[in-house]
DNA sequence: TCCATTTCTTACCATTTGGTAATTGCTGCC
DNA sequence: GGCAGCAATTACCAAATGGTAAGAAATGGA
């Protein structure tokens, strides 16, 4: 059995039990508690895993880049932001208070992901006592970081917030579609084709 | 002593209580530690609460409304968001890491504050075991509600931004500067006057 | 490999926003 | 009340961005 979740862990849920490792020990048979609860999904580029309503999943991202998306009446896109490996992913308000919320999630890119839902999270809380504290530090962690990188961007034009992005999120710059960074940025594809231009 | 805590917490410190008892009930003994924790403060409008660097307090807004903001190079300031009565303010990564940050707190009007420092809220968290957990989750909250906010701007021009922050924050668009308004939607004073006008 | 589809780029012009400066209006102080 | 200082508005032109459309490049499938 042991052997068995060795081999598990090894292949697919590894990115998790390590990235939490990072905060604190977890010992091999809350690992296996944890690794129970969630199930490995593969993504392509432009899948949704999230079409908006009620949320009741949250995601570890093992590769690739997820965003947070809303449709506008106008059928314009809207990148609120991109989330990458060894983040969790989640529309939290609609995920903690399971009110419906307009957002999508939708792959940016090729991705892989670990899925888990809100009773087996809650019922994991349960399991592994220390759990809900952790990954509550990690959650305000996360929200921290979101708002910190779009303040960032308050004040510059386009064009220093293209240069920006580069900076701040490199890694994703070069993975997703320049389409996904425009309504990120919210300027046209156009307007950051044209900026692009000028860089050069 | 009894006596003198009611007329003390009845004056300057009931909406603190007030607020926090909206979550939980708060024993009177627990009320008095937490009121022993804070001091009142008044700010008119434009003084700087929190000057950059270290930020080691906390503050509760009884009556007005701080700007969280940052001096950009060029001389400008940029408003990052706007916090009114019955919330909490400090600059959360400086606070719980006591790392330096380039943000400000600055009253944009006149105002009352409830001021705590680090060391004594963690005193505090010792007193009152489950305050600690309690303002996690009024955290949490917080840190939804100012993404939620700003992400409700994206995709939009500046018309559109300035007839949502109307609607967003009533409240708040009539008691601050127009200029802290543009600092805030990221335009210059004159366009947000053109806007203004186009509107009416 | 070729073709079809999509994405990205470029160009043109209309619209919006920024920069500078002058004017008006408001507030507080004497 | 009058004056000084600051905030807000308005106007003018330059610069940046959006909208439409067309062309170039990359992608994917037969």
Redesign the interface.
Known sequence: MVLIYRLYICTMLTPLISYLQLFRPIPEADGQHIAAAFKHRVLKEGDTLFNGGICRERYFICRGILRIM?N?EDG?Q?T?YFLKENQFCTI??SFNEQVPTGELIQAACDAEVLVTTRDRLLALYDQVPYLKALM?QI??QA??D???I??AY??HDATAQYKLFLIQQPDIATRVPISDIA?YL?ITPQSLSRIRKNIR
């Open positions: 809303v506008t314009r809207v609120h939290l308000n509550d959650i305000q929200l921290l979101k708002i910190r779009r303040n308050l004040g309504s919210g």
